[in-house]
């Protein structure tokens, strides 16, 4: 089976730093990824980890440590536009493909 | 560039009516899928396909079917709809996954489905 944790919320400061962490139980392993949803909107993708370590894009990192089944997904210099959920999903090898499966999601507050 | 469409984007069905829910991509990807979003939840995953011709079960396929007759299109069926069925569903479609490699899932903007 697979299972994915994240906090369900979170608060944070504009221009502050905040870490939000994703941990995951899956019978196999081939990638994690980081979305973004804004409230009424569709997911839109972020970042992608498959080997252990950071991975940075502007103001986005996410670090992946496979042995832990831990990644975290780091936002600097926050932004009020940051405030959303951000969906962890891990891929588990299956069948010829990959059933992407995502955790429930953490709804990121941002307050001036 | 349209990318991935979804019709329609609202819908009320009365408990026992059936319903299609229609996706079409045109990046020419072959994997395909379909998510349901309950309020304040992350995406369940109810059915994907690798190719034409090709479904499978995801996490939660019952009350649905599917059927991927060409690349571009993936419906999804729901029959004898249900209130437990109230919910965002999202189609989604990739270039590659698995063994050839992972690239990022392009959603579709939704169909919000209301069953009473």
């Known amino acids: 089976g697979q299972n994915i944790d994240q906090p369900t919320e979170m608060t944070a400061t504009e221009g502050a730093i905040v870490q939000i962490n994703c941990t995951y139980q899956t019978s196999g392993f081939n990638g994690l990824f980081w979305y973004q949803q804004h409230a009424g909107e569709a997911p839109t993708f972020l970042s992608y980890n498959v080997l252990d370590g950071l991975e940075e894009k502007g103001r986005f990192s996410s670090f992946l440590s496979r042995s832990k089944g831990y990644s975290y997904l780091l936002l600097k210099e926050l932004q009020m536009k940051d405030s959303a959920s951000y969906l962890c999903a891990v891929g588990g090898e299956s069948y010829n493909t990959d059933k992407l499966i995502f955790g429930t999601g953490t709804r990121l507050q941002v307050f001036p | 560039n349209a990318g991935v469409t979804q019709t329609p984007k609202f819908r009320i069905l009365k408990i026992g009516q059936s319903m299609t829910l229609q996706c079409a991509q045109d990046m020419n990807h072959n994997y395909m899928y379909w998510y349901r979003q309950d309020p304040g939840m992350g995406l369940k995953l109810i059915y994907y396909?690798?190719?034409?011709?090709?479904?499978d079960k995801g996490e939660v396929p019952n009350g649905y079917n599917v059927s991927r007759s060409t690349t571009e299109d993936f419906p999804l069926r729901l029959e004898l709809a249900a209130p437990s069925q109230t919910s965002v569903y999202f189609c989604?479609?990739?270039?590659?996954?698995?063994?050839?490699?992972?690239?990022?899932?392009?959603f579709g903007n939704g169909t919000r489905l209301t069953v009473t």
């Open positions: 396909s690798v190719g034409a011709g090709i479904t």
């Open positions: 989604a479609s990739s270039y590659s996954r698995g063994r050839e490699g992972n690239s990022p899932l392009h």
